[in-house]
């Protein structure tokens, strides 16, 4: 099914009719947007693991924000696609690990809107997961490059956005996640439906929100929302890459960055820099060995989280943010209020048949 597309104006500038944030904040009207999520995601309560850890725990869905591909990537996609196509863009150029979430919804939906995409792709540890990952994003049509760091993967985006425009293509260069300020709004837009659902009384207020921390775009942007709209939980980013990939000024800028650019679009949007960066926590005690690895705790947590709330987990994100709810929630934060957002697609993208990958591309994923 192709996405939604509500065209205003001239230009070729594409918007959505109404967003909680365009509902608000006239000035937000016009930002380009593609629709392709189904909101609001719905939020449960999960009373056995309750009783068993002794807080109140809650999920709230996001792996059902398309039931094509789901997960956190499909609200920041939203706002990145738009911003490509009112760039006049042909061709997306992204990169991510090689199991990479974030590149196989970009190809996934790109393809609505008749985008090319090419994913700069570097190694990391092997699982199940990932290597499923990597089948879907050959499937989705992606074009792939690998490189054997992470430290080349910008350097050659670069390098291929310098090749294509001399091929007289316009391409549009993804960061790492979709976490420009475009992608940040996606979930700033995430807080506000939040904050809506809570005044509507699907759950009460939480105490505290565990997000899994990769490029930090979800977490600036939930912090905005909530803040925006006076909640006044905790943000709990579980970090699942090294300190020097995502930390506090990291996400301090980004929130920054993207409130300065949506008070630009409307002033009257609340200058909530101050409290969206104090109500941030960052949870450095579940990345175990790097980036990709599996813990033990990880693996648990996944376990109690099928168990109990019929969730499958990832071995990167979500299981590791799931097990730093469940590590405080019968200690520091018994007795309180706790969601968990469920940033993984519950639906697994289509995958690429076929008993081997490429080498060159079965390489990328690393066996001890
Ligand atoms: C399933 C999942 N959860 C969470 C994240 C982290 O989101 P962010 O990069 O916005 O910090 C990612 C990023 O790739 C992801 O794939």
Redesign the pocket.
């Known amino acids: 099914m192709p996405a939604k597309l509500c065209q205003r104006g001239s230009g070729g500038v594409w918007s959505r009719d109404v967003t909680i944030l365009s509902d608000r904040w006239r000035g937000f009207r016009h930002i380009p947007y593609v629709t392709l999520a189904e909101l609001p995601t719905p939020i449960v309560r999960v009373p056995t693991l309750s009783t068993r850890v002794g807080a109140d725990v809650w999920i709230k869905d996001d792996g059902l924000t398309s039931p094509r591909y789901g997960?956190?990537?499909v609200r920041k996609l939203e706002y990145v696609l738009g911003d490509a196509m009112a760039h006049e863009a042909d061709t997306l150029i992204t990169t991510g690990a090689a199991g990479?979430?974030?590149a196989v919804a970009t190809a996934v939906f790109a393809a609505d809107v008749r985008l090319r995409v090419h994913v700069v792709s570097f190694s990391q540890p092997w699982s199940g997961h990932a290597e499923q990952q990597l089948r879907a994003l050959l499937h989705a049509g992606a074009e792939v490059h690998p490189v054997r760091a992470a430290a080349l993967a910008i350097p050659r985006m670069h390098a291929l956005a310098a090749r294509l425009r001399m091929q007289r293509r316009r391409p549009y260069v993804v960061p790492p996640?979709g976490?420009n300020v475009a992608g940040v709004i996606g979930y700033v837009e995430a807080g506000l439906e939040l904050a809506r659902q809570i005044e509507a009384r699907a759950m009460p207020e939480p105490d505290a929100i565990f997000v899994?921390?990769?490029?930090?775009?979800?977490?600036a942007g939930l912090a905005i929302g909530l803040a925006a709209a006076g909640v006044t939980s905790r943000v709990v980013a579980v970090r699942v890459v090294p300190r020097a990939v995502a930390n506090g000024p990291l996400i301090n800028s980004m929130i920054k960055r993207t409130v300065r650019h949506l008070k630009g679009l409307d002033e009257r949007f609340p200058d909530v820099t101050r409290p969206a960066r104090d109500h941030v926590e960052i949870d450095g005690e579940e990345l175990g060995a790097g980036y990709g690895s599996e813990t033990a705790v990880g693996r648990n947590a996944a376990r109690l989280a099928h168990e109990h709330a019929g969730l499958d987990l990832?071995p990167t994100?979500?299981a590791k943010a799931f097990s730093g709810m469940l590590r405080v929630a019968s200690k520091e934060r018994a007795g309180q209020t706790l969601l968990f957002l469920n940033?993984?697609s519950r639906a697994p993208a289509e995958r690429a048949p076929g008993p081997r990958l490429p080498d060159s591309l079965r390489k990328l994923l690393l066996r001890r």
């Open positions: 997960g956190n990537k990479s979430h974030h996640g976490s899994p921390l990769g490029t930090g775009g979800t977490v990832d994100y979500t940033t993984l």
